[in-house]
């Protein structure tokens, strides 16, 4: 994953992901005290709840960008940039933390990624976490492809979104118990007349490098969301087709 971030506008606009975060951090078992690895913080808001409810929190991730908000917003917790996939820390943590983080990795990256979760925790520690999941964001990636055809652009798949037996199978094989595993739907809602439009121009960037000019970027995006509109925008709010893949395992 490299991708370069508007920082201050996903940090004022797209507040969802790290309030639905919250949720996924219920599934830790876990002492006051304990040491909490969030690995994928962002804007460290995710971090700053969890060291609310008494962890001892380290954050990672690899945007430059969103670590400057981070560590203006809360100095007094440490972050550090580094790749999910290849990272290792001084000693091992209690717990790693992740949510929607997991997905703009690769599936052939998939296995480093666990290898490292698996080197940062102790024994018996846990791995919690939420991705997109098999079908998640299915409605707005179709029309984008269908935008994308009619102009002749192949469409690529920037994500990764699989099935618990999928992802139960990997962590497995990556030496990890499966304690927890549930696939559910999680319609977004996104904010604005023009949500839809934000939030592809946010999140959907590997496909549209292929497309030189600002102008027709602008015109497939505005394409796909008016293919959208009938599924998607509802009592005047623009929804996201989000599935979520949230687990919990334990370093065996």
């Known amino acids: ?8 506008k996903y940090t ?4 969802f992901v790290h309030q639905y975060g919250s949720g996924v951090a ?8 304990a040491k909490v690895l969030d690995l994928g913080c962002g804007n460290g808001a995710l971090s700053k709840a969890l060291r609310d409810r008494g962890y001892v929190v380290t954050g990672l991730d690899a945007s430059k960008e969103l670590l400057e908000i981070a560590r203006t917003n ?3 917790i440490p972050f550090i940039q580094g790749d999910a996939t290849d990272f290792s820390l001084p000693e091992p943590v209690d717990v790693v933390f992740s949510n929607a983080v997991l997905h703009w990795i690769d599936r052939e990256w998939q296995g480093a990624l666990l290898r490292c979760v698996y080197r940062a925790l102790r024994d018996r520690g846990q791995f ?9 964001n299915r409605l707005i990636h179709a029309a984008l492809a269908e935008a994308f055809a009619r102009r002749g652009y192949p469409y690529q798949m920037p994500f990764y979104f699989p099935t618990i037996g999928e992802y139960a199978g990997l962590l497995e094989a ?6 927890c595993a549930v696939l559910f739907d999680r319609p977004t809602e996104l904010k604005g007349e023009a949500g839809m439009e934000d939030w592809i121009r ?10 030189e000019g600002e102008a027709e970027r602008a015109e497939l995006i505005r394409q ?3 293919r959208l509109r009938g599924a998607l925008y509802k009592n005047g709010r623009w929804y996201a087709d989000y599935v979520r893949l949230r687990m919990k395992a334990v370093k065996a």
């Open 26 to 33: 219920e599934l830790i078992d876990g002492e006051r005290g």
């Open 74 to 76: 809360y100095p007094d």
């Open 174 to 179: 990556a030496g990890f118990q499966v304690r």
């Open 12 to 15: 004022a606009d797209f507040s």
């Open 224 to 226: 796909a969301a008016e």
């Open 202 to 211: 946010m999140f959907v960037k590997t496909p549209f490098s292929i497309i």
């Open 128 to 136: 919690v976490f939420e991705m997109g999941g098999c079908g998640n």
């Open 1 to 8: 994953m490299n991708i370069q971030w508007d920082a201050e």
